[in-house]
């Protein structure tokens, strides 16, 4: 039990649909991130979040549109992605401020068709 | 731009120790850390030092940090096919920065 939860685990979806992945944590951090991970490549650091504000967006496609409506979840909405989208996209929460230890969901594998 | 560099592959037989290296270009990152990805999993964090710290050893693990080479390795004693998995080491740029990730290496352990 990692405390940080993520759902759905596996989603395919077409290039003209759109979808949520949603985090939830459980362990009264007040930072949030998204990562991507794709085979062959640095994990890379997407979206984070800090008190429910976003402090970092690292160049993401504006097909990626995270929310953070609270400390205790994050979502990641998606919309006519690519298929070079298709990747793992991991979750992780910190405690005590950004970038502080991370702890990390088990992800979503994401397949765009 | 800052960069962590890790072999890809390692190979052991069970009992023996395992040594993950990792290479960084930040000075300036003051913790280093290593993370676990079993299959089909998040990343578990396993460890962590501090820049100002050589050594520490936390059970079956232990990290080794030189500074100067800007050199940090996992040695895994008595491994077990429990502990196949991708170690990812990562840095922390400076002191408030982000995680930077190196891509990772898969251990493999055989019977």
């Known amino acids: 039990e990692t405390g940080v939860t993520q759902t759905p685990r596996h989603l395919v979806m077409g290039m003209t649909n759109k979808k949520s992945l949603k985090c939830e944590q459980h362990?009264?951090?007040?930072?949030m991130y998204w990562y991507k991970q794709s085979a062959k490549k640095p994990l890379e650091l997407m979206f984070v979040?800090?008190?429910?504000?976003?402090?970092e967006n690292n160049s993401v496609p504006s097909r990626f549109s995270p929310e953070c409506p609270n400390s205790s979840h994050l979502f990641l909405h998606l919309h006519t992605l690519q298929p070079e989208d298709s990747a793992l996209y991991l979750c992780a929460s910190s405690p005590y401020g950004v970038y502080n230890e991370q702890f990390f969901g088990p992800g979503t594998r994401l397949t765009v068709l | 731009g800052e960069d962590v560099e890790q072999s890809l592959f390692l190979s052991v037989r069970e009992g023996d120790s395992s040594v993950i290296n990792c290479t960084y270009t930040?000075?300036?990152?003051?913790?280093l850390y290593w993370y676990k990805q079993e299959p089909g999993a998040g990343l578990q964090l396993l460890t962590y030092?501090?820049?100002?710290?050589d050594m520490k050893q936390d059970q079956r693990l232990t990290v080794l940090l030189n500074k100067k080479d800007k050199h940090l390795s996992l040695r895994i004693a008595d491994t077990q096919t429990g502990d196949s998995a991708i170690y990812f080491c990562a840095e922390r740029e400076g002191s408030q920065g982000n995680l930077i990730f190196g891509k990772g290496t898969k251990l493999s352990v055989k019977p």
């Open positions: 030092i501090f820049s100002n710290m």
């Open positions: 362990l009264g951090h007040n930072a």
């Open positions: 930040d000075s300036s990152s003051t913790y």
């Open positions: 979040y800090s008190l429910e504000e976003r402090v």
